[in-house]
């Protein structure tokens, strides 16, 4: 019950100033955010390499409200692929964005969202690396996957994500599972209505097992995005059951969670990409985390108690 009411509050912008607000949060979303600045990202970037591991990045935003703060998360972006290149990170790093930080939700969003991330992806390719487009409600797949489309003509190696709990999502993966695409496979993290979504976790999980099936036959280049340890597991049958190489699919988490078994992943000579997201704009992201796991909320609401 709880999961439903934090995602609705993930886009309420009165408990987004009291929970941002609270000193206590800091400590929590610390977990799950690598920092505000590039450098504490870049700092985490070196420390996960270091254990083997690959990265995507997300400079935190989304849901904007005009058109100046789309050219703001821009050029974070084209900041982030400067570093990249210039460290030399760019074959290990990759970068994810929500459209909605590009002004997909404005008037004349596609044309707008489009036109601003096109630099992203150039810059990107320059710095030897790609983007992947985070999918987020369902009322912006059509637009994403359209975008992605234009965005490919060009730079095929752009990413996709598509969500098990949505009803749609098999046919998008028949669609993606094509030679040259990378596709993240998730579950789906936003609040959905009964008319497009599955609202029973198994029915997400047997749909997520589905999608990974025709995504692993496929010719593309399955991203097996979940924490959890039943698709880890038939991520690694599936895999094997299709003779794909340790390079030709990977596994993804998010940073902070099942640290341990992303080592393990990697011990067995998995490729391991961990989704580092971080910057000011934590909020909804944060909320999103919590929703996915009321032990979560218990130990911040335990941390607001105890001061
Ligand atoms: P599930 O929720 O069943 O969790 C399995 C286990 O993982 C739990 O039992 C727990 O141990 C652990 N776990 C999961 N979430 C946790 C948390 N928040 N804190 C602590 N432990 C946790 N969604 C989306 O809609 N659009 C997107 O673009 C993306 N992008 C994305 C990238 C990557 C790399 C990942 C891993 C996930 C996403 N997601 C996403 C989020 C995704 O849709 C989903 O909400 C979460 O991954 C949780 O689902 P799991 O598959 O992990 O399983």
Redesign the pocket.
Known sequence: MLGPVLLAAARSDSIRRVVSAAPVTRPVVDR?VAGERLDQCLESVRSLAGHGMEV?LDHLGEDITDRSEALRNRDAYLALADSLAGEGLGPRAEM?V?LSAFGQALPGGDDLAYANVLPVVEAAAAAGTTVTL???DHTTVDSTLAILAKLRERFPQTGA?V?SYLFRTEDDCHALAGEGSRV?L?????KEPAEVAFQD?REV?RA?VRCLKILMAGDGYP?I?????R?VAIGQELARRFGRKPDEYEF???Y???AAEQERLVAEGHRM???IPYGTDWYGYFM??????P??LAFFLRSLATR
């Open positions: 799950y995507t994810s929500k985070d999918m987020e994500v969500q993240r998730v579950k789906g993290a936003y976790k999980d997520y991203m995005g979940s924490h959890d340890p698709m993804q988490m998010l902070g969670i099942r990409r961990v989704y999103r985390r919590l929703a996915e796991r032990a979560n």
